[in-house]
T-cell receptor, first 116, second 110 residues
C-alpha cells in the first residue's frame, strides 16, 4: 500500500485563485515527519516545509499554508492567490521513526498549472 | 555555498555498459541517499547511507550499487544498465531530518 497518496495528478487554476493540494499518509508510527517539496519546470527539488507528528499547528508562510490533521492522516497544502511562478510539481513525503527516519516515502506528485 | 552536486547531469548510454553517477556534498552531512523519479511514481529511494561504510537498501535497489568511502561522496553505480533504468536520478543529503537534493541526473539507457 502507498504510504503517501496524492490523489490529484494535475490541477489547473487561473492566476489569483486559491488552490489546495491534498496529501494523505499512512503510518503506524507515533513519531514521524511530513514534508512538502516543490519541483519547478527546471527540475530541481526545493524543500518547502517539514512538520513533526507532535506538532499539529497549522503553518503559514506568505501565500503558503499547511493544514496537518492527524485524525484524517492528512497534510494539505494551500496556495493563496496563486501566481504563474507557482506552476510546478509538488511532492508530499513521509519519514518514520521506525527506521530512524532513514527511509523517505514520496507521493506521486501533483502537477499544478497556474494560467495567467 | 552549501550544496549537493551530481555528475553528469545528462547521460546517454547503451545496455550493459557500466556507469557511475557521482554525488558530493559540502555540508558534512552523515546521511546521504539516492532516488529515482519516474512519471506517475514520484521519487523512490534506491539506497541510503547513514555514514562512511554504512549503507542500506531503499525500496528499489535492484540493479544498483553504492559505496561510501568518504563522508562527502556517495556514488551510484550501475554495473549493467538496462532500459528500465532510464530515469531521473536525485542524490540527497540530510540535516535535521530534512533531505536536500542535488540537481538531478537524467539517464537514458538504449
Amino acid at each position: 500500500a502507498q504510504k503517501v497518496t496524492q490523489a490529484q495528478t494535475e490541477i489547473s487554476v487561473v492566476e489569483k485563485e486559491d488552490v489546495t493540494l491534498d496529501c494523505v499518509y499512512e503510518t503506524r508510527d507515533t513519531t514521524y515527519y511530513l514534508f512538502w517539496y516543490k519541483q519547478p519546470p527546471s527540475g530541481e527539488l526545493v524543500f518547502l516545509i517539514r512538520r513533526n507528528s507532535f506538532d499539529e499547528q497549522n503553518e503559514i508562510s506568505g501565500r503558503y499554508s499547511w493544514n496537518f490533521q492527524k485524525s484524517t492522516s492528512s497534510f494539505n497544502f494551500t496556495i493563496t492567490a496563486s501566481q504563474v511562478v507557482d506552476s510546478a510539481v509538488y511532492f508530499c513525503a513521509l519519514s518514520e521513526a521506525t527506521n530512524n527516519f532513514n527511509k523517505f516515502y514520496f507521493g506521486s506528485g501533483t502537477k499544478l498549472n497556474v494560467k495567467p | 555555498e552549501a550544496q549537493v552536486t551530481q555528475n553528469p547531469r545528462y547521460l546517454i548510454t547503451v545496455t550493459g555498459k557500466k556507469l557511475t553517477v557521482t554525488c558530493s556534498q559540502n555540508m558534512n552531512h552523515e546521511y546521504m541517499s539516492w532516488y529515482r523519479q519516474d512519471p506517475g511514481l514520484g521519487l523512490r529511494q534506491i539506497y541510503y547511507s547513514m555514514n562512511v561504510e554504512v549503507t542500506d537498501k531503499g525500496d528499489v535497489p535492484e540493479g544498483y550499487k553504492v559505496s561510501r568511502k568518504e563522508k562527502r561522496n556517495f556514488p551510484l553505480i550501475l554495473e549493467s544498465p538496462s532500459p528500465n533504468q532510464t530515469s531521473l536520478y536525485f542524490c540527497a543529503s540530510r540535516r535535521e531530518e530534512t533531505q536536500y537534493f542535488g540537481p538531478g541526473t537524467r539517464l537514458l539507457v538504449l
